[in-house]
């Protein structure tokens, strides 16, 4: 897959990216998981899918692929249990094994996309 560099063109770096899960009810920033959903302390809607949509972003502005670290890092998440339970819940690929493993956000991207496509 072509990596259009997002961030270079528009002169950001990353660490200027507000990261964590934003609310698709009010747009705010960051939603918190709680016992397996995510919810938003400005508007207090729920979200089951908030980590998705933030992976997408992730591998539309940083590179299409990810480690268990690097999701812990961007979703504000303390436990890796957690984003391994997400990350396997999404039936993603991945090369390597235990804390050197990368998934392929690739798939996730393509699927997506392709729904905006329509
Ligand atoms: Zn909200």
Redesign the pocket.
């Known amino acids: 897959m072509q990596q259009l560099d997002v961030l270079k063109q528009f002169s950001i770096h990353s660490s200027e990216l507000i990261t964590g899960v934003q609310?698709p009810?009010?747009g705010?920033f960051a939603m918190r998981r709680v016992y397996g959903t995510w919810r938003?302390d400005?508007?207090h809607?729920k979200s089951k899918e908030g980590h998705t949509l933030a992976l997408v972003d992730y591998g539309l502005l940083i590179k299409p692929c990810i480690t268990n670290q690097q999701l812990r890092e961007f979703l504000h998440i303390a436990s890796p249990d957690v984003t391994k339970k997400l990350l396997t819940a999404m039936k993603l690929s991945y090369v390597g094994e235990t804390k050197g493993r990368v998934y392929d956000l690739t798939e996730l991207l393509c699927k997506v996309t392709g729904i905006f496509q329509k």
């Open positions: 609310c009810h009010c705010k938003c400005k508007c809607e």
